[in-house]
């Protein structure tokens, strides 16, 4: 697979007032306030990066344009996978395999709901394979987190189960997963599934 760096989206305070709706002067002001995290340029400008404005409008309950919503896609790390699951020998198998198909990839493992929301949050992957069923942390919420929250750049989300009912596969997927894997699941179904959704981003950036 080749490489794909993670596009970096930053915004002026214009660009922020336009998307929000509101004067420059109100943008500022939320950055001068605190509100909304920004950098200042050496020309002393304010710049902010779209997954700080993502989570901004996202508190507020702000409806964010489609053609914003469509480029937070690209603020993931297409380069990454990561395996949710306490299954640790499962994992393990997974990650090597993955790791010998996409040798240019970096395959992270977690075990459990911290280290997840950990490596979801600092390496933004663009692929998520996650274990519905984790002890102590209920996976549909973090399907939800990962989906609701603009900041992890709506990377794709593969969810494994080891429930096979239609009923369970509908809930999943009807929060937002983009893919359903029953264990024990075939890896080369997974893989498929990563070069299914790899072709994907492909050929939209191809078409942009």
């Known amino acids: 697979m080749a490489r794909r760096q993670r596009k970096i989206r930053i915004f002026s305070a214009l660009e922020v007032a336009n998307l929000c709706g509101v004067v420059n002067q109100t943008a500022i002001n939320w950055i001068r306030n605190g509100h909304l995290k920004a950098f200042m ?30 480029g937070i896609r690209d603020n993931v790390d297409w380069n990454v996978i990561l395996i949710i699951d306490d299954d640790v020998e499962l994992a393990g198998l997974f990650a090597k395999y993955m ?25 933004k992957p663009g692929f998520v394979f996650l274990h519905i069923a984790l002890p102590g942390v209920d996976g549909h919420a973090i399907c939800n987190r990962i989906k609701d929250e603009s900041s992890f750049g709506k990377p794709f989300v ?22 359903f894997l029953a264990k024990p699941f075939d890896f080369d179904l997974a893989r498929d599934i990563v070069l299914e959704f790899t072709k994907k981003v492909t050929d939209r950036d191809g078409n942009d």
């Open 41 to 70: 340029t050496p020309g002393g400008q304010y710049r902010v990066y779209a997954e700080d404005l993502a989570a901004f409008m996202d508190v507020r309950g702000m409806r964010i344009p489609e053609e914003f919503a469509e």
């Open 99 to 123: 790791k010998r198909l996409f040798p240019d990839q970096e395959v992270l493992e977690a075990y459990d709901g911290f280290e997840a929301g950990r490596l979801l949050s600092e390496k």
């Open 158 to 179: 593969i969810a494994i189960s080891g429930m096979v009912e239609e009923t369970d596969r509908k809930t999943i997927l009807g929060e937002g997963a983009d893919a």
